[in-house]
């Protein structure tokens, strides 16, 4: 029984490695604006009431992000959930003001594709310019 539980360690290494990966470049597609690109990371799922909304488009393109660092992240013991925070900073083109938040995210692997997913949106910057 042993082996199993060391195979299941390394497996969620593996992934923990593979999520890891797949940040940094999530992190970099929020970071220069390639919204459409980050939302390939995101979990495909059906509306879902009380789910938050696509940013619009519109909104996207007039948002400009100067910092996206991830702060932690949680994985579990099988490595098939990780909770992951970053810390955001960006300004909307009209008004130029800066705006610091917190980006919360649950992320999911994928036994059949290989990958992790992202369970969400891209950052919720229409409810973090309301604020």
Same mark, same amino acid.
């Given at each position: 029984?042993?082996?199993?539980?060391? &195979?299941?360690?390394?497996?969620?290494?593996?992934?923990?490695?593979? @999520?890891?990966? /797949? &940040?940094?470049?999530?992190?970099? @597609?929020?970071?220069?604006?390639?919204?459409?690109?980050?939302?390939?990371?995101? *979990?495909?799922?059906?509306?879902?009431?009380?789910?938050?909304? +696509?940013?619009?488009?519109?909104?996207?393109?007039?948002?400009?992000?100067?910092?996206?660092?991830? /702060?932690?992240? +949680? &994985?579990?013991?099988?490595?098939?959930?990780?909770?992951?925070?970053?810390?955001?900073?960006?300004?909307?083109?009209?008004?130029?003001?800066?705006?610091?938040?917190? $980006?919360? /995210?649950?992320?999911?692997?994928? $036994?059949?594709?290989? *990958?992790?997913? @992202?369970?969400?949106?891209?950052?919720?910057?229409?409810?973090?310019?309301?604020?």
């Amino acid at each position: 029984m042993g082996g199993c539980g060391g &195979l299941e360690r390394m497996q969620a290494a593996e992934r923990g490695a593979r @999520l890891n990966d /797949q &940040l940094r470049v999530y992190g970099k @597609l929020i970071r220069w604006r390639e919204f459409e690109a980050a939302r390939r990371y995101v *979990r495909p799922q059906p509306e879902v009431a009380g789910r938050a909304p +696509e940013p619009s488009p519109r909104l996207l393109s007039h948002i400009n992000v100067t910092l996206y660092r991830l /702060q932690r992240v +949680e &994985l579990d013991e099988r490595g098939e959930r990780a909770a992951v925070t970053h810390s955001l900073r960006f300004y909307h083109e009209d008004n130029r003001r800066e705006i610091a938040t917190t $980006d919360r /995210q649950i992320w999911w692997w994928s $036994d059949a594709t290989s *990958r992790w997913y @992202l369970h969400g949106n891209v950052p919720d910057f229409a409810g973090a310019l309301r604020s």
